[in-house]
């Protein structure tokens, strides 16, 4: 089944200790992004890759990093990660940057206290 | 810059009445305009794009270029219509960004 799969679903952690949000595609997509999703805002994109070692900053990138070394996978790192980034994540990819569709994750939960 | 604006947070109706959810957008260019919906506990799943001009699960949304809208239409409500619905552009020049709106969350009641 072709697929976007974030892990972990939930997470609740403590400030300032590092954690990493795992994002993989079995669809060969070579673009790929990260949102968060809060109440009253939507979703906002934090990073994106258009393939292999090319990523850029979204709207909202600051406190977070990324990386891709394989095109399947776009690990989303928080490492020092505040309350204030407690939020509804969302991975997504797509096989282009226009006229496609955008598959997104299950998302994850994350809570920072 | 680009800005899409769903002016209603709730949208209250009753089986078999008549939906519209609206959406503005602003943007410079030609975008590509979707609605995306969200059930309860569910991930993001496109539910139309304007491109493709269909209808889906009885939803209908043009894309009015004057008034700058895409609002997203169902004559009939049904109840396996509650969720969360997102309008989102995609600009030629923004890198595969989707920018979405606040959401409208549609609560259809028997």
């Known amino acids: 089944e072709a697929q976007v799969t974030q892990n972990p679903r939930y997470l609740i952690t403590v400030t300032g200790k590092k954690l990493t949000v795992t994002c993989s595609q079995n669809?060969?997509?070579?673009?790929m992004s990260w949102y968060r999703q809060d109440p009253g805002l939507g979703l906002r994109q934090i990073y994106y890759?258009?393939?292999?070692?090319?990523?850029d900053k979204g709207d909202v990138p600051e406190g977070y990093k990324v990386s891709r070394k394989e095109k399947r996978n776009f690990p989303l790192i928080l490492e020092s990660p505040s309350p204030n980034q407690t939020s509804l994540y969302f991975c997504a990819s797509s096989s282009g940057l226009i006229n496609t569709e955008a598959f997104f994750g299950q998302g994850t939960r994350l809570t920072v206290v | 810059a680009q800005r899409v604006t769903q002016p209603e947070k709730l949208l209250s109706v009753f089986k078999g009445a008549p939906v519209e959810l609206k959406c503005n957008y602003s943007?410079?260019?030609?975008?590509?305009l979707f609605w995306y919906v969200q059930y309860s506990r569910q991930r993001l799943q496109l539910l139309l794009r304007h491109i493709s001009r269909e209808s889906i699960k009885g939803f209908t949304a043009d894309l009015n270029k004057g008034e700058t809208s895409f609002h997203l239409k169902k004559p009939f409500a049904q109840e396996e219509d509650s969720a969360m619905y997102y309008c989102a552009l995609r600009g030629t020049d923004s890198w595969g960004k989707l920018q979405f709106g606040a959401g409208t969350q549609v609560v259809v009641t028997p």
């Open positions: 669809m060969n997509h070579e673009y």
């Open positions: 890759s258009m393939n292999v070692e090319v990523t």
């Open positions: 943007y410079s260019g030609s975008p590509e």
